[in-house]
T-cell receptor, first 115, second 112 residues
Framework: DGGITQSPKYLFRKEGQNVTLSCEQNLNHDAMYWYRQDPGQGLRLIYYSQIVNDFQKGDIAEGYSVSREKKESFPLTVTSAQKNPTAFYLC??????????????FGQGTRLTVV | AQSVTQPDIHITVSEGASLELRCNYSYGATPYLFWYVQSPGQGLQLLLKYFSGDTLVQGIKGFEAEFKRSQSSFNLRKPSVHWSDAAEYFCAVGGSFNKFYFGSGTKLNVKP
């Protein structure tokens, strides 16, 4: 079945460490997104990519980095510069690159905890 | 700027009762509107979407939503709630480059 796979499901990071969250999709979607979810704040966009080798900052990109070397993959690195990284991270993809907007498909999320 | 407001943080309804979750949006052009549902620790699943045409849209699991341009609202409804509907519900508006703007969510609790 087609879908989005995020790994790991749970991740623990020591302060000062960089960690990378994996996101892979086999939907042949062009666009991919990373959202951060905190209680009571909904989803906030970190980065998005409309095409391979290109990506743009979202609303809360500071302390994060991404790459898009393959259409299927959009890993997110949480760097030590991110002051409050404990959150639930969701990866999503959409079929098109421009409007009209289509629905987003989401992975199951990665819960990152700083210890 | 695009934004979505879900004024109710928590809602509790009895099983079998009707449900309405409120959503108000701010968007300059014709909005693309979505409702998603999230079970604890899971990703989001699309319930329904509105692009144009009939302002009452039907979704999965017996949900429906009505688009009211004059009120900038897209409220989600269900005639009879089941215990399995307990989850968090997110309203979203689609923007340029398929970016989405989400509300802060409404947590639904269902009483037996």
């Amino acid at each position: 079945d087609g879908g989005i796979t995020q790994s790991p499901k749970y991740l623990f990071r020591k302060e000062g460490q960089n960690v990378t969250l994996s996101c892979e999709q086999n939907l042949n979607h062009d666009a991919m997104y990373w959202y951060r979810q905190d209680p009571g704040q909904g989803l906030r966009l970190i980065y998005y990519s409309q095409i391979v080798n290109d990506f743009q900052k979202g609303d809360i990109a500071e302390g994060y980095s991404v790459s898009r070397e393959k259409k299927e993959s959009f890993p997110l690195t949480v760097t030590s510069a991110q002051k409050n990284p404990t959150a639930f991270y969701l990866c999503a993809s959409t079929r098109g690159r421009a409007r009209p907007s289509t629905e987003a498909f989401f992975g199951q999320g990665t819960r990152l905890t700083v210890v | 700027a695009q934004s979505v407001t879900q004024p109710d943080i928590h809602i509790t309804v009895s099983e079998g009762a009707s449900l309405e979750l409120r959503c108000n949006y701010s968007y300059g052009a014709t909005p693309y509107l979505f409702w998603y549902v999230q079970s604890p620790g899971q990703g989001l699943q699309l319930l329904l979407k509105y692009f144009s045409g009939d302002t009452l849209v039907q979704g999965i699991k017996g949900f429906e939503a009505e688009f009211k341009r004059s009120q900038s609202s897209f409220n989600l409804r269900k005639p009879s709630v089941h215990w399995s509907d307990a989850a968090e519900y997110f309203c979203a508006v689609g923007g340029s480059f398929n970016k989405f703007y989400f509300g802060s969510g409404t947590k639904l609790n269902v009483k037996p």
